[in-house]
């Protein structure tokens, strides 16, 4: 048997796993940007030619010197011959003389000796050829300057930024439209316990679908992960560790859910010990659900073992797995998390020195949104089928008392 | 053209939008449960038994007859006999007489006779065939009831859920493992514009590459759709009409991104408006940046212009288009959206009656989370890709003061 650590709290103890792992080095795949969002990068881009790449129009309207509209008013306009239009797409055909203007659209190349855009709507063209311009314009307004978003040089984006639909158009703006980045860690996932079936599987009397391989592979794809389910190993110490070993060879981190009876999590605990060193750097969290979570690492591979209910399943790896796998990702960890308030609906009990989280339901009312704990004393995976989100309770408090604000952690 | 309307906030023009739009009558596919998360469920399931299915325990200990553990206590334990050990996975082989109890693991099946059961730690054995009781048991002590996670009948889940892992895990747990799911919208894309060029395309002076047909692609693509690229096609209404409607009888919604020049939006909104009734419902919205977005409908079918600025057409398209995408993947709308609470670093201006969208960047500090505003006169794709996420000035207000705190909606 490992040695017991004392319980600490998920966040700690997954911060100083985080420390104790070593940085990845994920392998690179070819992708076309246009469909790599939601990958990480892998290269390094710095600008070959700075954006907007010519001095363009922000507005519609007539390109001028400014100090030609000097003083201009309805009452008093500035007159400016219309040298002609600059068409879109094209460079600019024509230089812009003292007391000219050319007709310019948003998004429009700035011609020569232009420096200020009047916007259409204060000017007038009464007669063919001429522009009277109602309002002074100031050097530079209205107009969009090369580089003025990013300079030659600049670094635009760097390994290890997940790429959001913005970072998708800032390399195509460039023409990367091929790029590397990091393939998706892969993650072994298997089940322990004599009572699970496979879910295609007629439960006998006692026994119970595995579920946790599927959440635990929905949660993994949703968050970047390529899971691999390994399916159930029955409760011998040989048959766990030779499935185990499989699993931890082939892929970058593996996740073994615990049947739920003693002899099962002591195995469970055991053959992750096995696997190579450190080996287990925590076993149990003081956290609920959640608590007969095991952190360890085999020859700098992460195993987690992960209780054999699917609500503590849910909430663990939400806890460990994920920031484990941004780490394997290449990406650093998330320093916001977004959440919903609301209002508590009842008082909570919790013990101190154990954080908790509490499954909600949001609700609307005339007062704003309150959360409404979902209890099942059975914590079976309907409690969160019917849940929004989950309130934390931290580990210094007794519990929340009904009325007040709770922050609510959405479900993805 | 079009009659212009008047201009609308975002919101109240989506909300009269979705109102307008019928109801959606999507395909539905059939998938493998495992790997259905992000889907929309097209069936409604009924519990055909309870859950848990058996009457099991949920800690691990002795099984008891609740009455043999009266008054137990460590100086007066209360003797029972032995009678075997419930093996999981299997049907309980015992039943329970008067002065016995039945060693049971967690998830164990109760055997009959016995309404509790005793924690490990509350119980001592000396003898063989002998346990002590320390601690009396109440009825349904660390007991988990046949059905009382799901009764018979109850309906588990109904069609239009979206399929997150716990909802994964709920359709396994009843050995659904195929399910029928909503074909995902197809969203035709098509940019218009002379200054635009495509993505692998070295642009000449004056033109630029299209990446809205890209930022968009992969918002669609990460909020369940599956967009389809058709280009680039010039200002001309003809040639912009056939292309508009080829993607429109082939797709389930729409989107063009209009060049930014005068011509080529009127041409744009002119083509939106020919394709069928009642043609375009809003033309412009009290929304800054996105204004120049374009709502219709034509045959039912979502048609929507949106700006031609790269920052404009993903605010834009946030607020109007992902309403539009949820009612066709026949979800209903969201009406909790999570954010960061953050403090404003400085005082931003805002037009009164205009709803602003404004890109902050988020930093940690000794004084919590400050939201800091990314500026970016050219409005080009790079403020975007160095910001977190968009705080929003409602219609009512001029502004926003340095040190407030605002909700930061974090892009996905």
Known sequence: MPEFLKLVPPQQAVEQFLAAMPDPTPETISLETQFAEGRVLAETFHAPHPLPPFTRSSVDGFAVRAADTFGASPSLPAYLTIAGEIEMGKQAALAIQPGQAALVHTGGMIPTGANAVVMLEDTQTIRAGEVEVHKPA???????????????????FSYGTLLRPQEIGGLIAYGYTQIRVYRNPTVGILSS??????????????????????????????HGADPRVYGIVHDSFDELESAVRRAFTENDMILITAGSSVSTRDITADVIDSLGSP?????????????????????GKPVIGLPGNPVSAIVSAGLCVLPVLRKLRGLGQVSFKAAVQATLSQNIPSIAGREDYLPVRLEHGSEGITAVPVFGRSNLIFTLVRADGLVRIPAAVTGLTGGSPVDVILFS
């Open 279 to 299: 080996g287990v750097l925590f076993h149990g969290l003081a956290l609920r659900p959640g608590k007969p979570t095991i952190l360890a690492l085999a020859e």
């Open 138 to 156: 100031a050097d530079g307004e209205n107009i969009l300057r090369e580089g003025e978003d990013v300079a030659t040089g600049e670094e635009l």
């Open 193 to 222: 316990g004599d009572e699970i079936v496979p879910p295609g599987y007629e439960p006998g009397p006692g026994q119970v679908r595995d579920i946790n391989s599927y959440t635990l592979g929905a949660m993994l794809r949703l």
